[in-house]
């Protein structure tokens, strides 16, 4: 089994206060892990600094048995997709250039008609030209949803992707999940409260059990000068 | 094995491709946001309807006030434009998805500092049209202005650009940045913004703001994009960091 | 209750040490630092153009020097953060120190020369390139210190803060060809044109200011890195209670 991600021993800090200690994950093809936790205790970090996006204050990653952390040694693009909790879009563009963002992002040429396809599929028919900003929530995470079959990435890092989105939403979020994974060996993260997708997913890591916060032990800083 | 989809590797021609990607995707941005760059436009010209009123109309006859008046509002424009660079990525956490491709960030910059530049000289040559009209400047001058002062707004630009790209990075993430971006971008900005107007003032009234020849102020005219824009490509990594 | 013998009981001599020689090598320097001022002031006879006021070029030079060398130092431990990262909480207080330094410097060179100004060039501030460049200088030192204080996140704060530096550095080499290249109404550099402008006397009690000056400003600096380190240890501890 092809190990798509990886990380040892990576340690968050926000600011001076440790955020996460010691995790270490093994992500493999076709694989699919919920994380969860309380509020605040440190998902969207986590998935941040697997994206590339933050820095880690150590440890390791590995995505594609090529190194992210401390040296970004890959070579080739990784298609592994981050989805923020706020759906990132372009807001003044509409919704077919939001989808060639996307997809240029990753620099995949598509001809026209596969991006109407994908829209149809999300329930945003004859919405091509609508702009981005008259989009609702759950329809705006529709969009990223379409994006996604668009892209078919090796990873996904979904930060809380069933936000604003209703049961249909949410039934159609996991048939793209299901569908991806099944026939282009995606590897799935996926930081959630929904009870649904943890229940879907074949692992659960519960981040609490990384955190130092309940540890009251005497701590020497050493100080530098 | 991974199967790479369409295995792109990371070399030159993806670097220009995300580049021109960048640039395509700004110009967007600007196009369908078109009231933006009026209401830039139409600050510009309040301004130089202003400077008359402030100045009075003897003070507007010497050719070097004619010119300090352009660079002024020169800076306004530009310190409006670099202020918008990201903007339209960081509003609702584009700029993450996109940094979240292997898009080269240096490509991400440059491609931003282009636009930009770009983005100011749409802007100046309107600007410049109804300066030469409402300031009467000279008709025997303004040929041989136009043919320095061209090049010189096309460095100024990008040496701008450059330096303002870079700031709104470092600032993005700080409690002040309406304050910090002006308060770091002019100190900084100050040498290229004397070598423009003098060599502006120099052709315009033959005469030098400086007991010197106009090559040292070509020099700092040429020195200043290159300088940032090879350090904006050094620290993009550390840039676009969200920490 | 002696808190100060109690509190000082429990400090480690290691810690105790250093900081008790610069306070001491402080007192020292400035005892120097009056006595060459003392020579500069009544030991050398008058100039024969500016009269007894030129006696402040004493203070305004080796002071300006100060400014732009600690500034200097700021921009070369910030690139070092940014290259050694393992090592990067060192460099980037020394950095910080030294930013500080050279603000305050900066401050008392435009006001020094302000006071210099007035008698030999009737204004107190002139349009001059150099003095231009000086406070240009002033506003990129103090536009580091509201970054830095406004930079609520640690990490980013020590990069920015170090990308900033390097860019003040950049713009240092203008100000200092700036009285060549530019018009001035500066005299010449004094020492690099084997001076032709000043005597033998005045250049060596100049020379003396400058080292005295110098040092001067190293045991200010050491003391205001330990503070720094102080401060920022505390709230190290602080922040993870």
């Not at chain 1, 309380?38 to 998902?43: M, Q, T």
């Not at chain 2, 202020?83 to 491709?101: G, H, I, P, T, V």
């Not at chain 3, 105790?16 to 003392?38: A, E, G």
Request: charged letters at 15%; glycine letters at 4%; one cysteine or more.
């Amino acid at each position: 089994m092809n190990c798509y991600l990886s990380c040892d021993n990576l340690s968050l800090k926000v600011g001076y206060q440790p955020l996460i200690n010691l995790f270490s994950l093994n992500l493999y093809a076709s694989q699919s892990i919920a994380l969860i936790g309380s509020n605040g205790c440190g998902k969207t970090s986590l998935l941040k600094v697997l994206a590339g996006l933050s820095k880690p204050s150590s440890g390791k990653v590995h995505v594609l048995s090529k190194q992210l952390w401390p040296e970004n040694q890959s070579e080739h693009e990784n298609f592994c997709v981050f989805l923020s909790h706020i759906p990132g879009l372009l807001l003044d563009h509409n919704i077919i250039n939001n989808l060639k963002f996307y997809t240029q992002s990753f620099g995949l040429k598509l001809p026209d008609e596969s991006y109407l396809n994908a829209l149809n599929r999300v329930g945003l028919k004859n919405r091509e030209f609508q702009t981005a900003r008259s989009l609702s929530n759950g329809q705006k995470r529709r969009l990223t949803l379409a994006a996604l079959t668009l892209i078919k990435p090796n990873i996904i890092l979904a930060d809380e992707p069933t936000n604003g989105l209703d049961s249909d939403g949410i039934s159609l979020c996991l048939n793209i999940f299901e569908q991806l994974m099944n026939s282009n060996k995606t590897a799935l993260l996926v930081a959630t409260h929904e009870q649904k997708i943890i229940d879907w997913c074949q692992y659960k890591i519960n981040l609490e059990n990384f955190s130092l916060q309940n540890k009251k032990s005497k701590k020497t800083i050493k100080a530098l000068l | 094995m991974f199967k790479h989809k369409n295995s792109l590797k990371i070399n030159i021609k993806t670097w220009f491709f995300a580049f021109l990607f960048i640039n395509k995707l700004s110009l967007h941005s600007a196009w369908v946001n078109k009231t933006s760059w009026f209401s830039v436009f139409i600050f510009a010209i309040t301004l130089l309807i202003i400077f008359p009123f402030g100045l009075g109309i003897e003070a507007l006859k010497r050719s070097d006030v004619q010119i300090g008046c352009y660079w002024i509002i020169n800076q306004f424009v530009i310190i409006t434009s670099v202020s918008r660079m990201f903007s339209a990525e960081q509003e609702n956490n584009a700029l993450d998805f996109l940094l979240s491709s292997k898009t080269p960030r240096s490509a991400i910059l440059c491609g931003k500092i282009s636009f930009t530049s770009m983005q100011i000289l749409s802007l100046q040559i309107p600007i410049i049209f109804f300066w030469t009209i409402f300031y009467h400047v000279d008709e025997k001058t303004i040929f041989l202005l136009l043919k320095t002062i061209i090049p010189v707004t096309f460095l100024f630009n990008i040496g701008s650009s450059s330096l303002g790209a870079l700031l709104t990075c470092i600032t993005a993430k700080s409690l002040a940045k309406e304050i910090l971006l002006p308060l770091l971008f002019f100190p900084l900005q100050c040498g290229i913004l004397l070598a423009s107007v003098s060599i502006s003032i120099q052709v315009a009234s033959n005469s030098l703001l400086g007991t010197f020849s106009s090559d040292a102020w070509w020099t700092i005219l040429f020195m200043y994009p290159i300088i940032f824009t090879v350090l904006g490509i050094l620290l993009s990594n550390i840039l676009l960091q969200e920490q | 209750m002696n808190i100060s013998k109690i509190s000082r009981q429990n400090i480690p001599s290691n810690i105790l040490k250093p900081i008790k020689r610069w306070n001491n090598l402080l007192i020292i320097f400035f005892i120097i630092q009056i006595i060459v001022w003392y020579i500069a002031l009544f030991k050398i006879g008058a100039d024969t153009d500016q009269g007894n006021v030129y006696r402040i070029l004493f203070v305004h030079v080796p002071v300006a020097w100060c400014a732009f060398f600690w500034v200097f130092f700021s921009a070369v431990f910030a690139g070092l953060a940014l290259i050694k990262t393992n090592k990067a909480i060192i460099f980037d207080r020394s950095s910080h120190t030294a930013i500080e330094i050279g603000t305050v410097f900066s401050i008392l060179t435009i006001i020094t020369g302000s006071v210099w100004g007035r008698p030999t060039w009737g204004v107190w501030w002139d349009w001059d390139p150099r003095l231009t460049s000086s406070l240009v200088m002033l506003l990129i030192c103090c536009g580091y210190l509201i970054l830095r204080h406004f930079t609520p996140d640690i990490k980013t704060k020590r990069t920015v803060c170090a990308i900033v530096a390097i860019l003040g550095l950049v713009n240092i080499p203008i100000v200092y060809f700036s009285v060549n290249l530019w018009r001035s109404v500066h005299q010449p550099q004094t020492f690099i044109e084997n001076s032709k402008n000043a005597s033998t006397d005045i250049s060596l009690v100049l020379f003396l200011n400058y080292i005295a000056m110098f040092i001067l400003s190293i045991a200010i600096y050491k003391i205001r890195r330990q503070a720094i380190s102080a401060q920022e240890t505390l709230d190290a501890a602080r922040g993870d209670e």
